[in-house]
């Protein structure tokens, strides 16, 4: 297949022949240091809205950009080659839960901009900063019924999701994104309408961006929540032509390696993205999660060391610290090497 044209983050298929690059961390555990009250999620705008908005992180670049360009800077600060936007939950199904949904591709066009700022702030000529515009999975799956006595219901449907991924993209790329990130996928028919009204955008808009497919293996079986293995979901997303395809969250890295083994194993022609979370969940420790950043940097190095990835970063439970020793940790070694060569000659 001809490889893409892109017309932003021209440069990132040459840097990962070259290199392992770095995705930033979680957004939410670095929230939470911040420990903000219903008040600073509301802002003076949406002092009187009649629904609950504290933990709507997503709102933060409208009514506490302060806090959101914050963690960006200490993410870069940590030597991240990529930092993701805000925006894991900034899509109409998620936002009406809030009674927010209008202001979702606002909060796209915000979120973009937020991080394009940062990224520019740090980048040199020597080391380019990119900005991930990131799309989350929603609260919704349109392959599974949320009622265990009608398997054939469903809360979402196909059109209502393609629809706000398109909405989504079209802030994000207004505002100023280098490549689209679809990640957490659980359900693969989710992200099938994510990968589809991405392409519409790029074809009204006449550009085409670097993206990533991420998709989360759920437990010990091996297969994301709608039931596919990771070859499975690999065979039904690779028709994108993505710049990666990874894994994220749900497990970490120790858990996750099988299965990042298994996908460098079936994708030889495309990049490789993993970034686990800091272990399983643990209420007691500072992040939620039992990982300090040597743990994670020494797992993450180790699938470096043999050959299996060409971007890392981190999940639910990282911080800037994580990052750095991560970044240390795989700077010395070689990046994944994938066979379609020209791939990344002639898109950079």
């Known amino acids: 297949m001809k490889p893409p044209a892109y017309t932003r983050g021209q440069a990132l298929p040459g840097l990962l022949a070259q290199r392992i690059l770095v995705l930033d961390g979680a957004m939410g ?10 008040a600073d ?17 997503d709102l933060l670049v409208l009514t506490r950009p302060d806090v959101v360009r914050d963690i960006h800077e200490g993410y870069l600060a940590a030597g991240a080659d990529i930092i993701e936007t805000n925006t894991f939950g900034a899509n109409a199904p998620a936002q ?18 937020l991080a394009r700022e940062a990224a520019d702030k740090f980048s040199t000529p020597d080391k380019p900063r990119f900005v991930a515009g990131a799309l989350g999975p929603t609260p919704r799956t ?15 449907d196909f059109e209502t999701l393609r629809a706000a991924y398109h909405e989504q993209v079209e802030g994000l790329l207004e505002g100023g994104v280098d490549l689209i990130l679809v990640e957490t996928i659980f359900d693969t028919l989710n992200a099938k309408a994510a990968l589809f009204a991405i392409d519409e955008v790029f074809v009204e808009r006449g550009e085409r961006l670097p993206v990533i497919i991420s998709g989360t293996v759920t437990d010990a079986s091996g297969r994301i929540l709608s039931g596919q293995t990771v070859t499975a ?44 979370n800091a272990g399983l969940p643990n209420p007691m420790a ?20 043999d050959g299996l990835v060409n971007i890392v970063g ?19 070694l070689a990046a994944r090497s994938v066979q379609r060569e020209f791939f990344y000659k002639d898109a950079a």
């Not at 999620?41 to 992180?57: A, I, M, T, V």
């Not at 981190?314 to 010395?332: F, L």
């Open 29 to 38: 555990t670095m929230i939470q240091r911040f420990r903000l009250t219903e």
């Open 41 to 57: 999620y509301r802002g003076e705008r949406f002092r009187d809205h009649p629904k609950d908005l504290k933990n709507n992180s």
């Open 96 to 113: 009406d839960d809030y009674g927010l949904g209008h202001l979702a591709r606002e909060m796209n066009l915000a979120a973009a901009k």
């Open 142 to 156: 349109a392959s599974i019924s949320p009622d265990v006595n009608d398997p054939g219901a469903r809360n979402v």
């Open 233 to 276: 979901f690999w065979y039904s997303v690779r028709h994108a032509q993505p710049l990666a395809v990874g894994l994220n969250c749900a497990l970490g890295a120790a858990l996750m390696r099988p299965y990042i083994q298994e996908l460098a194993r079936v994708a030889p022609d495309t990049f490789i993205s993993c970034y686990p």
């Open 286 to 305: 500072e992040t939620g999660f039992d990982e300090k950043p040597e743990d994670t940097s020494r797992l993450l190095r180790e699938f470096a060391a």
């Open 314 to 332: 981190g999940c639910c439970g990282t911080t800037p610290e994580h990052i750095a020793a991560i970044g240390q940790a795989v700077h010395p």
